[in-house]
């Protein structure tokens, strides 16, 4: 105990530490230093108090054995390191090497440069979201992307919301509110963080009435559900899984017969919902939205930011009528969404009117369409890129596999790929991994037969210097 009690005397005070930091960093001029020097004090503050506390809790555990494990010359180094952590900021730049097109983890989509460009301008300026130009008066940003939509689902009209679990929302409470709505058990779905759809629903006051089995539904179930208190159909498309073997859904052309024999609502949630048919590159022909309207879904609703490639957003096209009663619920208020994603999602809709562009530009389409081929001739250039920077701190290999769309579309459809391997001479590619996660910018691998493995899929030309300057650094780590 006394033993102890002379260790923590030993810890340095606050004062003391935030001197030497700034003395040790004063003449440096990397990230970790500039991050440092220009952090607030109070943030400087706690992360050096919670540094030394860390420190506290080692000696407890008995994993310091003398005063001067605790001198700051020898800690100096991981206190840098570490106050540069603790005093960046929580959200920052991952470089995505793991060959998942929309990475929920990562935050789904990457943003074309025209959508960038066009939040940018939102973001350093005043904007007509709200602005009536002909009269100077009060205008509605719930109608500004009507006729844009309008034009590439060939819908009524649209309204854009926070995202595709608020459309959801919306619609259930705009129109099944107290009521009854019908939905095959095959499509009770959860997208992923613990989050079912069924359960969005029912938070709204619908009924769900449940028909079918989980592997087959058929026309006869829903006709047979239908009573005095149904408002809808609901079919929700079951993007993150997969039913092989014995299965039968209704096509939705059949479903929207049977709903307005009954004078009901077919409600269309597409999840990933696309512009564009990507059957082309191997993938199953997953219904479009504009196919979707075309076969009589009264609403379609889908997300901004899975396979189309915008920001956050859900998407509600549809007849007139009743967007018109969307916009018309006071929920919508709390629902809708900001300039920025608007400045956004309208650059990156724009792109899609001619589809060789959208294809071109929009980096979560254009990376679905890569080739092996393509990705081949990447993966050996930026594997020639690692080279020069690590030496013979580790070896390179390529090899095929295969990348995933992700975000919930296209389960179990795997997309060609190569992969750029590094197998370090000095430590576990597990190790390189979790030191690759500590780098600013992280950098997210994934681990194959025993190496570190990089997607070009998913990547960035232009990041390959800084990817081999990281993986540079990290592999000679472990041979110092
Ligand atoms: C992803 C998904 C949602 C939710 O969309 P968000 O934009 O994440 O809110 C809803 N329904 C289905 C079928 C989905 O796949």
Redesign the pocket.
């Known amino acids: 105990m006394s033993a102890h009690a002379e260790l923590f005397r030993a810890i340095p005070s606050t004062d003391k530490s935030l001197e030497a930091l700034r003395t040790a960093l004063e003449d440096r001029e990397d990230e970790e230093a500039l991050a440092i020097l220009t952090a607030p004090h109070i943030l400087l503050r706690e992360a050096v108090c919670a540094f030394w506390e860390g420190m506290r809790t080692r000696i407890r555990a008995g994993r310091v054995q003398s005063a001067d494990e605790l001198s700051l010359a020898t800690c100096l180094p991981k206190l840098v390191h570490s106050v540069a952590r603790a005093t960046s900021p929580a959200l920052h730049r991952v470089i995505n090497a793991s060959g998942v097109v929309i990475h929920t983890n990562t935050g789904r989509s990457v943003l074309a440069r025209e959508a960038a460009a066009a939040l940018q301008l939102a973001a350093s300026g005043y904007t007509t979201l709200e602005l009536d130009t002909a009269t100077g008066g009060r205008g509605s940003r719930n109608a500004l992307l009507s006729p844009l939509l309008r034009m590439l689902t060939g819908a009524e009209d649209a309204l854009v919301v926070n995202?595709?679990?608020?459309g959801?929302l919306l619609v259930m409470d705009t129109f099944c509110r107290g009521r009854e709505a019908i939905i095959s058990r095959g499509e009770l779905?959860e997208?992923g963080g613990s989050f079912r759809?069924p359960d969005v629903m029912r938070a709204t006051g619908v009924t769900l009435k449940e028909v079918g089995t989980t592997n087959r539904t058929h026309a006869e179930d829903y006709e047979a559900a239908i009573c005095e208190e149904t408002a809808a159909i609901v079919r929700?498309?079951t993007?993150?899984f997969r039913i092989v073997g014995f299965h039968k859904a209704v096509e939705t052309s059949e479903l929207a017969g049977i709903a307005h024999q009954k004078g009901l609502l077919l409600i269309n949630?597409?999840?990933?919902g696309s512009l564009i048919d990507f059957s082309g590159t191997g993938l199953p022909g997953e219904p479009t939205v504009q196919q979707s309207v075309t076969q009589g879904s009264d609403l379609v609703l889908f997300?901004?930011?899975?396979l189309l490639g915008g920001p956050?957003a859900?998407l509600i096209v549809g007849k007139a009528e009743l967007i018109a009663r969307l916009r018309r619920n006071p929920l919508l208020r709390a629902l809708r969404c900001d300039k920025l994603v608007y400045a956004a999602l309208e650059a990156t809709l724009r792109l899609y009117l001619d589809p060789a562009r959208a294809r071109e530009k929009v980096p979560t389409v254009r990376a679905i369409f890569a080739t092996q081929e393509e990705l081949g001739k990447r993966a050996a250039i930026l594997s020639e890129r690692i080279r020069e920077q690590a030496g013979d701190a580790c070896t390179l290999s390529l090899r095929t596999d295969s990348s995933r769309c992700g975000?919930?579309a296209f389960p179990e459809y795997p997309l060609p790929t190569v992969l750029c391997c590094v197998q370090p001479a000095a430590m576990q590619p597990d190790t390189l991994r979790t030191l690759l996660l500590d780098q600013r910018p992280v950098l997210l691998g994934r681990i194959e037969d025993n190496a570190f493995c990089l997607d070009v899929r998913t990547l960035q030309d232009e990041d390959f210097p800084v990817i081999a300057r990281l993986i540079g650094r990290a592999v000679h780590q472990g041979q110092a």
């Open positions: 995202n595709n679990a608020a959801v779905v997208i759809i929700v498309h993007s993150n949630d597409l999840g990933s997300s901004g930011d899975k956050q859900g975000g919930g």
